[in-house]
């Protein structure tokens, strides 16, 4: 069965890191796409980055680039978003996704995680 399962949530400081996980099961990484998604009560899910399933190439958002990095671990089948920086505004339930192709609009993913807590707070 296609699934995705987010960790490595939590609370940290402004200007801490965290990484977060996104394990893939039920088909490998070179078949979907991943994206990563955060979403704040009220507003609009929005698109962070992604990492295409045919030679891993990676994209980010304006808001993002610079500080976040996606990678992969084909051999976990796990996807990884690298938090850096974090600013209180990244609060939010983070998502991974899987869908084709590599994009940042949420609508063109089929397979969503429950999503994980970033939480930034001095």
């Known amino acids: 069965q296609v699934q995705v399962v987010e960790s490595g949530g939590g609370l940290v400081q402004p200007g801490g890191s965290l990484r977060l996980s996104c394990a893939a099961s039920g088909f490998t990484l070179d078949y979907y796409a991943i994206g990563w998604f955060r979403q704040v009560p009220g507003k609009e899910r929005e698109g962070l980055s992604c990492i295409s399933s045919r030679e891993g190439i990676t994209y980010y958002a304006d808001s993002v680039k610079g500080r976040f990095t996606i990678s992969r671990d084909n051999a976990k089948n796990t996807v990884y978003l690298q938090l850096n920086s974090l600013k209180p505004e990244d609060t939010a339930v983070y998502y991974c996704?899987?869908?084709?192709?590599?994009?940042?609009?949420?609508?063109?993913?089929?397979?969503w995680g429950q999503g994980t807590q970033v939480t930034v707070s001095s």
């Open positions: 996704a899987a869908g084709s192709p590599c994009s940042t609009w949420w609508n063109e993913y089929l397979y």
